[in-house]
């Protein structure tokens, strides 16, 4: 079983920043590709950001653009999403994503 431990959620207000971390339990992590989701209340999940095993290329959401970077440690197994100028909208609970595997999430809330 490869756990994917997500932390560094919490409350902010608006224009504030957090870092999110994922660190995984497995060697693999730091050769595959990993992915940010998140899932705000009533919403659909949906894909924030990508990074492949590299570091090189890196995919972001239209709506975080220039908000948001991710980043990895491979010799740490962890990838990190740095979030600045946070809005309300980004309000969510994040999740860390290595095919096929999960972690728990954690909670993001945006305040004005």
């Known amino acids: 079983q490869v756990n994917l431990v997500e932390s560094g959620g919490g409350l902010v207000q608006a224009g504030g920043s957090l870092r999110l971390s994922c660190t995984a339990s497995?060697?693999?992590?730091?050769?595959?590709?990993v992915l940010w989701h998140r899932q705000a209340p009533g919403k659909q999940r949906e894909l924030v950001a990508a990074?492949?095993?590299?570091?090189?290329?890196?995919y972001y959401v239209d709506s975080v653009k220039g908000r948001f970077t991710i980043s990895r440690d491979n010799a740490l197994k962890r990838v990190y999403l740095q979030m600045d100028d946070l809005e309300t909208e980004d309000t969510a609970v994040y999740y860390c994503?290595?095919?096929?595997?999960w972690g728990q999430g954690t909670q993001v809330t945006v305040s004005s």
């Open positions: 994503h290595c095919r096929p595997y």
């Open positions: 497995a060697r693999f992590f730091s050769t595959s590709h």
């Open positions: 990074i492949t095993e590299g570091g090189d290329t890196n």
